[in-house]
C-alpha cells in the first residue's frame, strides 16, 4: 500500500513548547523519510530527512525519530517559535526505481506568540 | 544559484482553453518532478521526467494532461481543454542524480491555476 497517514490536521501550540507531528506508513519498502516545510503561497521546502538505518536524526531545533517496527516516524519540533507557524508535510519514498514521494496530508501549525 | 524556477506564478483559464506550466530546475539537477497540491490537501505525485524522457507518468490523468523535458529549455506540464477541477497548485521539483547520495527534493514556488 503507498499511504501515509499524517496526524493531527492542525495543531496549536505555545511558544517555546514542544511541537511533535506523527506519520505511518505502510509499505516497508519505503527507506527515504522526509519532512516538508511550507508557507503560504510557497513551495515546500525540505526540513530534515531520516533513512530506516537509524532511530533519531536531529538539526537545531528538530528531530525525527522513527519506529521501524510500528512503521511509524514523527517530527519534534523544541522550543517552538511564532516562525515555525506553517503546514507541514512528512512523505515517504523508495531510494530505487524512480524515487517519487508519497506525502502525507499535512499539519497546520499555529505557535502562539 | 537560482533555485527551481516555475512560472507563471499564477494562471487563469477560462473553461475548455489550455494551461501550459513551465519549470526550470535547478542548475546541476537531471530529474524533474510534478506535483499537484489541491486546496486543504497534500501534495499528489504526477509525473518524472529526465532530460527527452518520460519515467513514470503513473499519477497523471490518462487525457488532457501531458509533460515533456525537451534537451533543451524548461520542462512543460500541458493541460488541455481546462475543466473547473484542475484548479489547483502545481509544483515542480528538481534533483540531482542520485548517485550523489542526495536524495532530497528541491521545489519551486509554484504555479496556481484558476479555471473559471
Known amino acids: 500500500q503507498q499511504q501515509v497517514k499524517q496526524s493531527p490536521q492542525s495543531l496549536i501550540v505555545q511558544k517555546g513548547g514542544i511541537s511533535i507531528i506523527n506519520c505511518a506508513y505502510e509499505?516497508?519498502?519505503?527507506?527515504?523519510f522526509p519532512w516538508y516545510q511550507q508557507f503560504p503561497g510557497k513551495g515546500p521546502a525540505l526540513l530534515i530527512a531520516?533513512?530506516?538505518?537509524?532511530s533519531e536524526k536531529k538539526e537545531g531545533r528538530f528531530t525525527i525519530s522513527f519506529n521501524k517496527s510500528a512503521k511509524q516516524f514523527s517530527l519534534h519540533i523544541m522550543d517552538s517559535q511564532p516562525g515555525d507557524s506553517a503546514t507541514y508535510f512528512c512523505?515517504?519514498?523508495?531510494?530505487?526505481?524512480?524515487?517519487?514521494?508519497?506525502f502525507g496530508t499535512g499539519t497546520r501549525l499555529k505557535v502562539l506568540a | 544559484n537560482a533555485g527551481v524556477m516555475q512560472n507563471p506564478r499564477h494562471l487563469v483559464r477560462r473553461r475548455g482553453q489550455e494551461a501550459r506550466l513551465r519549470c526550470s530546475p535547478m542548475?546541476?539537477?537531471?530529474?524533474v518532478y510534478w506535483y499537484r497540491q489541491l486546496p486543504e490537501e497534500g501534495l499528489k505525485f504526477m509525473v518524472y521526467?529526465?532530460?527527452?524522457?518520460?519515467?513514470?507518468e503513473s499519477g497523471m490523468p490518462k487525457e488532457r494532461f501531458s509533460a515533456e523535458f525537451p534537451k533543451e529549455g524548461p520542462s512543460i506540464l500541458r493541460i488541455q481543454q481546462v475543466v473547473r477541477g484542475d484548479s489547483a497548485a502545481y509544483f515542480c521539483?528538481?534533483?540531482?542524480?542520485?548517485?550523489?547520495?542526495?536524495?532530497?527534493?528541491?521545489f519551486g514556488s509554484g504555479t496556481r491555476l484558476t479555471v473559471v
Open positions: 512523505a515517504a519514498a523508495l531510494t530505487s526505481g524512480t524515487y517519487k514521494y508519497i
Open positions: 542548475k546541476g539537477h537531471s530529474h
Open positions: 531520516i533513512r530506516p538505518d537509524v
Open positions: 521526467l529526465q532530460k527527452e524522457n518520460i519515467i513514470d
Open positions: 509499505n516497508t519498502a519505503f527507506d527515504y
Open positions: 521539483a528538481s534533483s540531482k542524480n542520485r548517485d550523489s547520495g542526495n536524495y532530497g527534493y528541491t
